[in-house]
Structure formats: structure tokens, C-alpha cells
T-cell receptor, first 115, second 116 residues
Framework: DTEVTQTPKHLVMGMTNKKSLKCEQH?????MYWYKQKAKKPPELMFV???????INESVPSRFSPECPNSSLLNLHLHALQPEDSALYLC??????????????FGPGTRLTVT | AQKVTQAQTEISVVEKEDVTLDCVYE???????LFWYKQPPSGELVFLIRRNSFDEQNEISGRYSWNFQKSTSSFNFTITASQVVDSAVYFC?????????????FGAGTRLFVKA
């Protein structure tokens, strides 16, 4: 099973709402990632979890809060977002992270609109 | 600092033509990894190939081939006999060791249109 799943597929939220994005993989991968992708732009790395510990935080505003409850799950908690945060949020996983850089497997993304 | 340049923003070809997508990278590390990903209109990025900095062998996989040249810091991707299903955005990516682990950055992407 080489699938990364993400829920929801679409999300519309107001600036005062609190919501969460969910990501799941069952490939036994030990590294998981959140990316943000604006239209016609490349993915931008937000967070990396390696062995369930946050290893990279790309200076993301605190209104985005990642969580890795276990090795298969990755959440992104959203609070007090701005309209400019509207984007496609992609989750990815890879075999590991640390000594080597492995290819990443991406989910279909959550298209987020902040009104 | 690492950087990936894909100078071709959009390429349009007719089916069965060959097409090469260019990728030039910058890094100070001796150990790094290069990738190509495909993003079809559905939005999900699909991994195509991974190369480490010590392996300059070119690779062929079906209609796809990759040319890695450290001397010119390039990792170009050729699609032979293109098909309509090849229409997508193709990203070249570079991963090198940074504080906390390997960090991957993507080039701006090349949008490929293959017309029937």
C-alpha cells in the first residue's frame, strides 16, 4: 500500500474558526511532512517530523500547529488563519530522514479556503 | 544556500515529440539528493526518480530518461515519444542536510502541455 490519505479534501473556514487537517500513511514510513502550495507555485516545506519528533519548522506562523500522535498520523491544527493562508496543503511521508534523503510520497492534498 | 532553477515555465509539444525539461541546482554540500516529481491536474505529486550526488549514472525508465551532470550542476529529464497523459507540472527538487535533517526545496516547476 503506497498511499497517503488526507482529510478533508476541501475546507472552507472563517478567520476565527479552529479546524484540523489530517494525514495518514500505512507504509511504515518514519518521516512525515507538511507542505503549503499556492496556485502555480511549487510546494513550500512547513514542517518535518522524524520518528514522531518535530525536526524541521520552517518559521511557520504559530496559527499553524502540527501534531504527530503516532508514526502513521500527522495533523495540522489551524486557528485564526488569514485569507492569504488559502492554499493546497500537502502531506507527504518518506522511509526515513536523517542519514539519507528518501523520496517522498504525497497525499492528494486539502484545498483550504479562508474567508 | 540551496537553489533549484527550472528555467522553462511552460512547454507545449505535439504527441510523439521528444521533450527535455531542464533543471539546474546550486548547493555547497558534497552529499545531496535530486528528485523529479510529476503533478498532474488532479494535484497529487508523484515521485519519478531519486539520485544521490555520488551516482552520476544516467537512467532510463520506459519513455523517461534522466541526465545527471555534476560538472554543470544539471539534472535534466527527457520524455521520449510524449503522450497526452504526460501533460502535467514537473518539479525538480534538491535535498541537502540542514539542521534537524534533510530539507527539500522544489524548483518553480515546468508545465508541460502535450497536444494530440
Amino acid at each position: 500500500d503506497t498511499e497517503v490519505t488526507q482529510t478533508p479534501k476541501h475546507l472552507v473556514m472563517g478567520m476565527t474558526n479552529k479546524k484540523s487537517l489530517k494525514c495518514e500513511q500505512h507504509m511504515g514510513h518514519r518521516a512525515m511532512y507538511w507542505y503549503k502550495q499556492k496556485a502555480k507555485k511549487p510546494p513550500e516545506l512547513m514542517f518535518v517530523y522524524s520518528y514522531e519528533k518535530l525536526s524541521i519548522n520552517e518559521s511557520v506562523p504559530s496559527r499553524f500547529s502540527p501534531e504527530c500522535p503516532n508514526s502513521s498520523l500527522l495533523n495540522l491544527h489551524l486557528h485564526a488563519l488569514q485569507p492569504e493562508d488559502s492554499a493546497l496543503y500537502l502531506c507527504a511521508s518518506s522511509q526515513g530522514e536523517g542519514l539519507y534523503s528518501y523520496e517522498q510520497y504525497f497525499g492528494p492534498g486539502t484545498r483550504l479556503t479562508v474567508t | 544556500a540551496q537553489k533549484v532553477t527550472q528555467a522553462q515555465t511552460e512547454i507545449s509539444v505535439v504527441e510523439k515529440e521528444d521533450v527535455t525539461l531542464d533543471c539546474v541546482y546550486e548547493t555547497r554540500d558534497t552529499t545531496y539528493y535530486l528528485f523529479w516529481y510529476k503533478q498532474p491536474p488532479s494535484g497529487e505529486l508523484v515521485f519519478l526518480i531519486r539520485r544521490n550526488s555520488f551516482d552520476e549514472q544516467n537512467e532510463i525508465s520506459g519513455r523517461y530518461s534522466w541526465n545527471f551532470q555534476k560538472s554543470t550542476s544539471s539534472f535534466n529529464f527527457t520524455i521520449t515519444a510524449s503522450q497526452v497523459v504526460d501533460s502535467a507540472v514537473y518539479f525538480c527538487a534538491l535535498s541537502e542536510d540542514s539542521t534537524g535533517g534533510f530539507k527539500t526545496i522544489f524548483g518553480a516547476g515546468t508545465r508541460l502541455f502535450v497536444k494530440a
